[in-house]
C-alpha cells in the first residue's frame, strides 16, 4: 500500500496517510484545520523499511 506525507499549507500539520486517507483529504480538507488541500501538498513516502 502507498503512503503520502500530507503537509497542510494552512495549519502546516503533518501527517502520513494511506492513499485512501489521501483521496478524503482531497475531498474533505486538512482533517485538522479543514483548510482546501491539493495533490502538491502530498509526498510519496518512499523511505519505509519492512520489518
Same mark, same amino acid.
Given at each position: 500500500? *502507498?503512503? +503520502?506525507? +500530507?503537509?497542510? %499549507?494552512? #495549519? @502546516?500539520?503533518?501527517?502520513?496517510? &494511506?492513499? @485512501? ?5 482531497? *475531498? =474533505?480538507? #486538512? %482533517?485538522?484545520?479543514? !483548510? =482546501? $488541500?491539493? =495533490? $502538491?501538498? +502530498?509526498? !510519496? &513516502?518512499? !523511505?519505509? !523499511?519492512? #520489518?
Amino acid at each position: 500500500m *502507498k503512503h +503520502f506525507v +500530507f503537509v497542510c %499549507p494552512d #495549519c @502546516q500539520q503533518t501527517i502520513e496517510v &494511506n492513499d @485512501q486517507m489521501r483521496e478524503t483529504i482531497l *475531498k =474533505t480538507g #486538512c %482533517p485538522v484545520c479543514t !483548510s =482546501t $488541500a491539493s =495533490t $502538491a501538498d +502530498f509526498a !510519496s &513516502n518512499t !523511505s519505509e !523499511s519492512e #520489518c
